[in-house]
C-alpha cells in the first residue's frame, strides 16, 4: 500500500431482526415441552413395542440435545473476542449445528438397521396406543415448531432445531398413520414402514446440517452468492479497473464477510470508489462486514500492466505480469474478460 493509503475500508454494522434474549426464551420453552414428552414417549413406546414411537423419541433426543448445544452455543458466541480468538467465539453455533447433524445421522443408521429388521419379522404392536400417543405427539410439536418460528432463523443454529423439530412432526403424523392401519388392519409391518419415514427425514436433515456447516468451516461463499458474478459487478463500478484477491466467506450464520484489493484509474477518488463499493456490497448483497484495499493502477503493490486494461487494447500476453505476487483467484477486469 501506499503512503496515502486508500487501503482498508472497514465496515460491519449488524442488524438482527430477533434479540439472543428472546431467542433463548423460545428455545428454552421448546426445550421443556420437548424433554417432558419425550419421557412419556420412550415409556410407552417400550409397552407398546413401537419402534416407530421408539424412533420418534430418538428423533426428539436429538431435538433436545440440539437446543442444549443451540443454548451453550449462543451464549459462547456472546462472548467478546478476546486474545488469539478475534472474532470471538462466533462459529461454536456452528460447531453445534454439525455436532446436531452428525448425531442425526448416526442415529438414521441404527434405526434404519432396527426397522429392517422388523420388516421381515415384525412384533406384534399395540396400535391405539401408539395411535394415541403420535397425535399427542403431533400437538407437542406443532407448538414447539411455532415457537422456533419465532426465533431468529437466520441462525444456522436455530435453523437447525426448527429443521428438526419439523421432521419430528412430520414423524409423529408417520407414526399415527401406522398406528391407525395397525389397529384397523392388523398390518404390523405398518410400523417399520413409519419408522423408515422417520430415518428418511432424519438422513434429510442431518445431510443438509452437514453440509451447511461444512461450508462454513472451509470459508466457501454464502448460498446464493456467486463470487464471479460480485467480482465482475464490482469490476463495472465507476473508476475501477480491476478486483482480485476477492475473498467471501461467512463468520458464522447470517455474518458474511468480504475482502478485496480493488485498482481504481490513475486520478480517480479511492476513498470515493471505497463508499460506493461498500454500499453496493451492503445493499444489493447483504455483506455489511467488508475490507477493501483500493490503490491507484502503478501505485507501489499495485501492477503496472493494468494500465493498459479495461477499455484499452490489452497488452501482450508477453507482457502481461502477476497482478499480485501470489495469486489468490480470479481477476476481474473492466471490459470483457475470462475467470
Given at each position: 500500500?501506499?503512503?496515502?493509503?486508500?487501503?482498508q475500508?472497514?465496515?460491519?454494522?449488524?442488524?438482527?431482526?430477533?434479540?439472543?434474549d428472546?431467542?433463548r426464551?423460545w428455545?428454552?420453552?421448546?426445550l421443556i415441552l420437548?424433554?417432558s414428552?419425550l419421557a412419556i414417549e420412550?415409556v410407552?413406546?417400550v409397552?407398546?413395542q413401537?419402534l416407530a414411537?421408539?424412533?420418534?423419541?430418538?428423533?426428539?433426543?436429538?431435538?433436545?440435545?440440539?437446543?442444549v448445544?443451540a443454548?451453550?452455543?449462543m451464549?459462547?458466541?456472546?462472548?467478546?473476542a478476546?486474545?488469539g480468538y478475534?472474532y470471538?467465539?462466533k462459529?461454536?453455533e456452528?460447531?453445534s449445528?454439525?455436532a446436531?447433524?452428525?448425531?442425526?445421522l448416526?442415529?438414521s443408521?441404527?434405526?434404519?438397521y432396527e426397522a429392517?429388521?422388523?420388516l421381515?419379522t415384525?412384533?406384534?404392536?399395540?396400535?391405539?396406543?401408539?395411535l394415541i400417543?403420535?397425535?399427542?405427539?403431533?400437538?407437542?410439536?406443532?407448538?414447539?415448531t411455532?415457537?422456533?418460528?419465532r426465533?431468529?432463523?437466520?441462525?444456522?443454529?436455530?435453523e437447525g432445531?426448527?429443521q428438526h423439530?419439523l421432521?419430528?412432526?412430520?414423524g409423529f403424523?408417520?407414526?399415527?398413520?401406522?398406528g391407525?392401519?395397525?389397529?384397523?388392519t392388523?398390518?404390523?409391518?405398518?410400523?417399520?414402514i413409519?419408522?423408515?419415514v422417520?430415518?428418511?427425514?432424519m438422513?434429510?436433515?442431518g445431510?443438509?446440517?452437514?453440509?451447511?456447516?461444512?461450508?462454513?468451516?472451509l470459508?466457501a461463499?454464502p448460498a446464493?452468492?456467486d463470487?464471479?458474478?460480485?467480482?465482475?459487478?464490482?469490476?463495472?463500478?465507476d473508476?475501477?479497473?480491476e478486483?482480485?484477491?476477492l475473498?467471501?466467506?461467512q463468520?458464522t450464520?447470517g455474518q458474511?464477510?468480504l475482502?478485496?484489493?480493488i485498482?481504481?484509474e490513475?486520478?480517480?477518488?479511492?476513498?470515493?470508489?471505497r463508499?460506493?463499493l461498500q454500499e453496493?456490497?451492503?445493499g444489493?448483497y447483504g455483506i455489511?462486514?467488508?475490507?477493501?484495499?483500493?490503490d491507484?493502477v502503478?501505485?507501489?503493490?499495485a501492477?503496472?500492466?493494468v494500465?493498459?486494461?479495461?477499455?484499452?487494447p490489452g497488452?501482450?500476453?508477453?507482457q502481461?505480469a502477476?497482478h499480485?505476487?501470489d495469486?489468490?483467484?480470479p481477476?476481474?477486469?473492466?471490459?470483457?474478460?475470462?475467470?
Open positions: 500500500m501506499t503512503e496515502h493509503a486508500h487501503g475500508g472497514h465496515d460491519h454494522s449488524h442488524a438482527h431482526g430477533v434479540s439472543a428472546a431467542d426464551r428455545l428454552r420453552g421448546a420437548l424433554t414428552y420412550v410407552i413406546g409397552v407398546a413401537s414411537l421408539i424412533a420418534d423419541a430418538a428423533h426428539m433426543l436429538t431435538d433436545a440435545v440440539s437446543i448445544l443454548l451453550i452455543a451464549r459462547l458466541a456472546a462472548r467478546p478476546r486474545g478475534t470471538g467465539l462459529r461454536a456452528i460447531l449445528a454439525q446436531n447433524g452428525i448425531t442425526l448416526l442415529l443408521v441404527w434405526l434404519g429392517i429388521q422388523r421381515i415384525p412384533p406384534a404392536v399395540t396400535g391405539g396406543l401408539v400417543t403420535a397425535l399427542a405427539g403431533v400437538v407437542i410439536n406443532l407448538i414447539c411455532w415457537m422456533l418460528s426465533a431468529n432463523r437466520s441462525s444456522l443454529n436455530v432445531a426448527y423439530i421432521t419430528d412432526l412430520f403424523i408417520a407414526t399415527a398413520v401406522s391407525l392401519i395397525v389397529l384397523t392388523g398390518f404390523r409391518q405398518a410400523d417399520a413409519a419408522s423408515l422417520v430415518v428418511a427425514l438422513l434429510r436433515a445431510t443438509s446440517l452437514v453440509r451447511e456447516s461444512g461450508r462454513i468451516f470459508e461463499a446464493g452468492v463470487p464471479d458474478a460480485l467480482g465482475d459487478h464490482l469490476c463495472a463500478a473508476q475501477v479497473v478486483v482480485h484477491d475473498h467471501i466467506w463468520i450464520s458474511p464477510a475482502s478485496a484489493h485498482l481504481v490513475p486520478g480517480g477518488d479511492c476513498h470515493k470508489v463508499r460506493s453496493l456490497l451492503s444489493e455489511a462486514h467488508a475490507t477493501l484495499q483500493v491507484h502503478g501505485e507501489q503493490g501492477p503496472d500492466d494500465l493498459t486494461l479495461g477499455p484499452r497488452p501482450a500476453p508477453e502481461q502477476e499480485c505476487a495469486a489468490h483467484g481477476v476481474h477486469r473492466a471490459g470483457p474478460h475470462k475467470h
